[in-house]
């Protein structure tokens, strides 16, 4: 038995599945402050970083658990 392509999953993904998965309910707000000093300028990068990194994770998580159920019924129908 062979898997099917990641590809073909992926082709299974409309806009709106994309939408959701990116999570946008879980998206940080950030207050700035002006004038921003280098070290304000610092802290925001960090912080910023620090948030893509969490939401890229959460999308990963998000679309393999995605991936794992889309196979799961693969398999089933087989």
Known sequence: ???PSF???LATL????YTDLS???DL???RVKTPLTDEDL?????????????ASGRFSIK???RYH?????YFTEL
């Open 23 to 25: 999570g946008k309910e």
């Open 69 to 73: 159920s889309w196979l799961s019924q």
């Open 28 to 30: 940080v707000m950030f």
């Open 42 to 54: 610092n802290v925001l990068i960090q912080e910023l970083t620090s948030a893509v990194a969490v």
């Open 14 to 17: 409309s806009p709106e599945d």
């Open 63 to 65: 679309l393999l658990r």
């Open 7 to 9: 590809e073909e999953f």
């Open 1 to 3: 038995m062979e898997l």
